[in-house]
């Protein structure tokens, strides 16, 4: 039997590595991709431009470069992580300082590099920052507190800082309004698709417009930013409106999924507002500001879809609802742990309608439940009621409707106002092969 | 291109099935596992048996009794969970009772059914543990209130109670002292192997001995006892003290263990002493306290890495170690970050030594950090410290130590005294496997 096993075995090995050469797994494009890449609007008052720095990456571009003109405000979102990278620590420093009102007249920019996190490395960590944000302020003319930078890839490598300046004369030259697509190819690591969307949106006769692009695919998990989203407007907006509209769109948007519930070292969240459109946003309450918001937040809610669509193996696309819950934090407590459950998110790879361990994941979840009055819902089917299965449910119903590839998990707790909404990916075989050697 | 496609993936599939009807997988031996059951010394004064009730499985014992001689005491500890199964709820009525001081000279008696959970399973679910533990009280002659069960295996789908009273009259036939090997086999859903553990201590010239068994290997997470696990003493204990010593035991043995992060809703975890050894255990500061203490934590310790152990899927055992913490409870957080983590334990799968996804379980953790102070150790090679990479640490020497089949993950936070060890198992394929289709 043993010499039978290693014979199979290795007729298993090679039927998987053809299969892999055929696909070029892990990479291959996720079964939950749109179609192509979404045609973005040139936003007046931005730039772009991408290279190819061979940071860690061979035969593709690993830097983006975006330019943000004069008199445009900038808001930003960060990871919490106690072990943030130093690009995130020298954002948040140069933020704050333009929250402090120091903002002037000049530009911005950002630049971007894939490959490698620069975090977890020290003082060189920080030396690496100044040495990329200073090179492009000096080559742009924009004083280099003005220069945002971040970082995604590798942990715990210094970043090669000097690859990413030897491009910015190259980034600067080919500087153009409409590359915004080749910008969201340059920062991409583990996805398998670029990432955009955009909104139009009509105030007092003018356009405004808001474009972005966006990666990540794994290490996606809530506490403020999830990955890298950078977003761009032509209208005008104060710094300070400006960021409390995208804290409070975050709360909904990026912080509102979940790949795998750990939390990335490097998240940021970045949005520039340039004023070329000539239309000015009011405060939230606005009509303007209302306006704006929601298309900003269906911009960031798009963007954020995208990120789980692309969850490292994911073949099934998630929406955990809750309702009924004491609070609206209890709400997310329990929408997270169903999300975040291995157990739950094996089951959906499985297509299998494995209500009981729903339950057992908002047990888990720390909120206030009673069993008797939980509700739960895949799609319009009630699965459980009452404290037990529901008497109108089937199994092959349930069974039938695991197999779609966007699938709703809806929980009602039947206790009070609160709710929730999250977006998760199932959990498959794939993911185990892309992250068990991710490095090596 | 899609035909060959075709082609492999059948090929692939075949070798697969293949591969799995000769290992008869999922359900192959856990390469971690014990070379076998251990002997358990004869507990005077409890009897055991077992008996196949075709609850779930078919030709295997699912039924376990173990008769508890008058005189005995009993402390538990059962999962938090909101949606605890109506087995836990009747236990923990039960439990209260004694604590009130209720304790008579009746024995006591704990019923164990695998195959089906009898959780989220409505009135029903209560009906059907009043009607076993009841069949078993009259077949014994115990109080029904001093009769104990639990249930394990799928959530939702009512208990089929008959199948396992018609046993009940052939268990009582069947009770003997030695029979507490079969009574583990008895209790198993997906582990792989069956979970005994034991010890003997010697208090004033007489010897008291304590063996126990478990079942429990995924929806393994913290959170009071997270399996069932059943262990018995022929020590005399008062109940109080029992019921303390039990408590704090389980904070250092069974809730610092986590497989998927996944709580179950029927975790339980029993402890009978019924004095026929003779000695009296006073309380946790005496001489015979502590001689007792220290053997029950022996005994819990070593049942809780055997779950770690029979993981789903498991192929390394890890210890996290954190000391230098600013409390016990944040060094409890960064373990659990780093023991939970799927980048963390797919790294491990895959043998890569990927710190930096320990520097990110660190960031994510919410406990106090500071980047620069943290120390990584794998086993004995320091990896990474004050904020980066150690100038000792070699790649090849961090990936020849991730081959071993035990792991140490050792963090130093360098803030404080606080310290944490849990166990963990790493994330494999074959946990996907297991669990994208149990139920079917």
Redesign the interface.
């Known amino acids: ?1 043993r010499k ?2 290693q014979r ?2 290795r ?2 090995k090679q ?2 590595d ?2 892999d050469s ?2 070029g797994t892990p990479h291959k494009v996720s079964p939950l991709a749109p179609e192509r890449f979404p045609d973005l609007p040139v936003i007046r008052g931005v730039r772009f431009a991408a290279a190819a720095a061979g940071i860690k990456y061979q035969d593709r571009d690993d830097v983006m470069l975006a330019e943000i003109a004069p008199g445009s405000t900038l808001a930003g979102v960060f ?1 919490r ?4 990278a130093a690009p995130v620590l020298d954002c948040q420093k140069k933020l704050a300082a333009l929250k402090e009102g120091a903002a002037d007249k000049a530009g911005f920019a950002i630049i971007v590099n894939s490959g490698n ?1 620069n ?6 960590g920080f030396e690496a920052v100044d040495k990329v944000t200073g090179a492009v302020g000096t080559a742009l003319g924009i004083p280099q507190d003005h220069v945002f930078s971040a970082s995604t890839g ?4 210094p970043l090669p800082f000097e690859r990413v300046t030897v491009v910015i004369e190259q980034l600067k030259e080919n500087l153009s309004p409409d590359a915004a697509e080749k910008a969201a190819h340059a920062i991409m690591t583990t996805d398998t698709f670029a990432k955009g969307a955009s909104a139009e949106v009509e105030i007092g006769e003018k356009t405004v417009r808001i474009a972005g692009f966006a990666k990540g695919s ?2 996606i ?1 809530p ?1 403020m930013a999830t990955m890298l989203v950078f977003i761009f407007t032509d209208a005008a907006v104060r710094q300070d409106i400006l960021q409390e509209m995208l804290s409070r769109l975050n709360d909904t948007s990026f912080n509102c999924i979940t790949v ?6 490097s998240d940021s969240l970045v949005l520039a507002a340039t004023g070329a459109s000539g239309v000015e946003i009011g405060d939230a309450d606005s009509e303007s500001g209302q306006q704006f918001s929601q298309a900003l937040g269906k911009v960031m809610l798009d963007l954020a879809h995208q990120v789980v669509r692309d969850g490292e193996g994911a073949t099934k696309f998630v929406e955990v609802a809750v309702t009924g819950a004491d609070s609206n934090e209890d709400a997310r407590k329990v929408a997270m742990a169903i999300a ?4 739950v998110k ?2 959906v ?2 297509e ?1 309608p ?4 729903i ?7 720390g ?6 009055r ?1 509700t739960i819902r895949f799609g319009e089917i009630i699965v ?1 009621e ?4 529901a008497p109108t449910y089937s199994e092959d119903a349930g069974a039938r409707y695991m197999k779609n590839a966007e699938i709703v998990i809806g929980v009602d707790l039947g206790l009070g106002a609160g709710a929730a909404r999250v977006w998760t990916c199932d ?3 794939q ?3 892309i ?6």
């Open positions: 039997m039978k096993l199979l075995r007729k298993l039927a998987r053809e299969i055929l696909l990871t992580s106690s072990t943030r996190a975090a977890f490395t020290g003082a060189v590798v942990i715990g490598e794994g290490m998990a506490d795998d519930s750990d939390t990335s070292t975040n459950s291995p157990l094996t089951a790879a499985g299998d494995n209500w009981g361990r339950v057992m994941a908002i047990g888990k979840s909120a206030k439940a009673d069993r008797d939980i459980a009452n404290g037990w299965v959990l498959t075989r993911y185990i092969t992250n068990a050697d991710y490095r090596s």
